[in-house]
């Protein structure tokens, strides 16, 4: 039996890691380590993406929605190219990843060879919290260990590069010897909480104020238990980052959903009229949409100390474990008497989820697409992986998907890069192959890359335990997202040659996979397409002929060019508005901010 290469060590090091799966494409830049994976029996198991691209997106898909850390492997030069927009959704998202990149011999280094580039370059940026190129087999262990455990304590993406004369290198262990770095496997983390003056300055933050609002975000994730009991004690209603969408349920009558641009009215007038704020876990950028300067005390708890502080004065910033913070605040907070507050949240939270099942009433030509996520949310199973793609699906999915039980959902939140929907899926697919997954994606991110990864989903499917994946097209011909951000921002009329998309059959592409296919073009089918593609024994297509003329603008933006845009449409011509222009205007003129006019 031939001695074990670098390539075998690597893949023998990533199961004592517990990776299960890795995403990538093939190249000579990592034949050695593909023939490993042939002598390996495949495991950790190797999904091959259409395009190294969606390898990066599927691991991150995969990290989001396990927990786990997400790993893909590319060739060196372009391989390793296509990887960084994954990447980087990654390093925006905190969603830890390791790529494993090959690079040209090192025989071939700096004579500009074939494919050869200049890799600890490129990914300087997007990998900064950790990047090494292995030269020799002793170098391995450490830096495979040392890659893992940084994309895993930071949330980061971390790449290896190995050159592909390092990889069938035979491997030779680290010495106890000078300059020689030995390595193990495994860690155990902590618990993080704050000390207990620094908790009990915060619960005087608290308790002191008469108007609580709460806001969460993807790093509140597990803490959902201690956030209600919070919740509750303070009076408190809480509105939830576009990452944050999963951390709780829509179902409490308290739980004001999105916030910001993708947001719902009840978290925008919950933030203008609370007097004091408490962020868990989240990093949201845009503080026009939280409290004015002056009007309300603030604290924070978030688990990374370089994140602490932003985007509000806050008075108090506690350093710790979300859920682990909360446990130690609950002690020392006193429960409000007077409820008015939670009450008047309440109400104006009912009073939303009314009005948008009234939008998604509204008709359209053919199919508003509101309609689409409205008739999914009583449908949805309390299990399922809902991903969107960029554009107006994510405004959709973030207002008017309404999550329950223990539904998980997620999007690129900080890139907002197109077309990591379906590659999101598949990722989660494989992390959770017994859990139903609905993919949102426009016609734009199928275009894209999407269409493609279908060949990858009906490569793959039998493998899950529960083979529904189904992936929803927004289907209207149009840029949808960025035609409306034109009109809306800059006053233009849609500019065509940009903005229209050719004409693609989505329906016939996936029946000719082998996938169900099912073409929509009338608002009554919706429900029982949803019904279908719910119950199937295979992954679905469901192709939605959706109106682009039903604006993702969000009624109660506060972006004085958004009014203005908004205030427009309503005295707008019937030619350019069409069917819409009746039911739009009603709500808009419901829930314009009053103090926009």
């Not at 396990?66 to 959704?89: E, F, K, M, Q, W």
């Not at 978030?302 to 008075?315: A, C, F, K, N, V």
């Not at 999407?450 to 994946?469: F, M, V």
Request: hydrophobic share 45%; proline share 6%.
């Amino acid at each position: 039996m031939a001695a074990p290469t670098v390539a075998d060590h690597l893949l023998g090091r990533l199961r004592e890691w517990g990776v299960d799966t890795v995403f990538g494409y093939a190249g000579d830049g990592i034949n050695g380590l593909l023939a490993a994976w042939g002598r390996a029996d495949d495991v950790p198991r190797f999904v091959q993406a259409r395009h190294e691209e969606m390898a990066a997106f599927e691991a991150v898909g995969y990290a989001k929605f396990t927990g786990r850390l997400g790993v893909c492997a590319a060739t060196s030069g372009p391989g390793a190219i296509h990887l960084l927009n994954g990447l980087y959704d990654a390093k925006l998202d905190h969603v830890p990843v390791v790529a494993v990149v090959g690079q040209t011999n090192r025989s071939a280094m700096g004579g500009s060879y074939q494919q050869e580039v200049d890799l600890l370059s490129l990914f300087k940026d997007v990998a900064s919290d950790y990047l090494q190129m292995v030269t020799v087999p002793e170098q391995l262990p450490n830096v495979l260990d040392r890659a893992i455990r940084t994309a895993t304590a930071r949330r980061a993406p971390a790449a290896i590069i190995i050159p592909a004369d390092v990889q069938e290198l035979e491997y030779s262990a680290p010495t106890h010897e000078f300059k020689m770095v030995p390595s193990s496997v495994g860690v155990e983390w902590p618990e993080l909480a704050p000390d207990d003056a620094a908790v009990r300055r915060a619960a005087d933050v608290l308790n002191a104020g008469g108007k609580v609002a709460m806001l969460v975000g993807s790093g509140a994730r597990g803490a959902h238990a201690e956030i209600e009991q919070v919740a509750d004690l303070l009076g408190a209603g809480v509105a939830k980052a576009l990452l944050g969408k999963d951390v709780l349920s829509d179902e409490p009558t308290w739980v004001t959903g999105s916030i910001g641009l993708l947001g719902t009215r009840p978290s925008y007038e919950m933030m203008m009229g609370c007097d004091t704020l408490l962020t868990v876990g989240s990093s949201f950028p845009y503080t026009q949409f939280m409290p004015e300067f002056g009007q309300a005390r603030a604290v924070q708890i978030d688990l990374d100390p370089s994140m602490i502080g932003m985007r509000y004065p806050y008075e108090v910033n506690l350093v710790g474990d979300a859920a682990a913070t909360l446990r130690a605040l609950i002690p020392h907070l006193e429960r409000k008497t007077n409820r008015s507050w939670r009450e008047g949240i309440e109400s104006d939270v009912a009073r939303w989820w009314e009005t948008m099942a009234m939008e998604a009433a509204v008709e359209a030509d053919p199919i508003n697409p509101m309609r689409l996520f409205s008739e999914l949310s009583d449908r949805l199973p309390e299990d399922a992986i809902v991903t969107a793609d960029s554009g107006s699906s994510a405004n959709w999915y973030a207002r008017q998907l309404r999550f329950r039980g223990a539904v998980r959902g997620s999007l690129s939140g900080t890139l907002a890069t197109m077309g990591p929907g379906v590659p999101y899926g598949i990722g989660a697919k494989f992390g959770c192959p017994d859990r139903p997954v609905i993919v949102f994606a426009g016609d734009g991110a199928m275009q894209m890359n999407g269409l493609a990864e279908l060949i990858t989903i009906n490569r793959y499917w039998e493998q899950w335990t529960d083979p529904r994946l189904v992936v929803a097209v927004l289907h209207n011909n149009d840029l949808n997202q960025v035609t409306w951000e034109m009109r809306a921002m800059a006053g233009a009329p849609k500019f065509v040659e940009s903005q229209s998309l050719p004409e693609v059959d989505y329906a016939a592409f996936a029946a000719g996979l082998g996938l169900q296919a099912i073409a929509v073009d009338k608002p009554a089918d919706v429900g029982s397409a949803w019904d279908r593609a719910l119950t199937a024994s295979r992954p679905t297509v469901l192709d939605v002929r959706c109106d682009p003329n039903v604006p993702p603008i969000p009624p109660h933006a506060t972006s004085s060019q958004m009014i203005d845009a908004a205030k427009a449409m309503l005295a707008g011509d019937e030619d350019r508005w069409g069917v819409m222009r009746q039911g739009v205007k009603t709500k808009l003129q419901e829930f314009l901010p009053h103090k926009e006019g």
